[in-house]
């Protein structure tokens, strides 16, 4: 979500950002976690991958 103020300038919410960022923090503990070759840690990495795209953006 992006708060656009009257011209160019964006800035991100900062409840959105804080809430992704802590979203990411508790997926890359479980992902620590889990074993090196197991397909629940692929999908986890997926998911941590998106976050980091929404968090950057």
């Known amino acids: 979500m ?3 103020s009257g011209g160019i300038e964006r800035t ?3 409840k959105f950002l804080f809430k992704n960022k802590n ?3 508790k997926y ?5 976690k889990k074993q090196e070759v197991a397909i629940n840690k692929a ?7 998106n976050l980091h795209d929404k968090v950057s953006n």
Do not use: A, E, T, Y
């Open 43 to 49: 999908k986890s990495r997926l998911r941590i991958v």
């Open 23 to 25: 979203k990411l923090g």
């Open 12 to 14: 991100n919410h900062l």
């Open 28 to 32: 890359q503990r479980k992902l620590s």
């Open 2 to 4: 992006l708060l656009v």
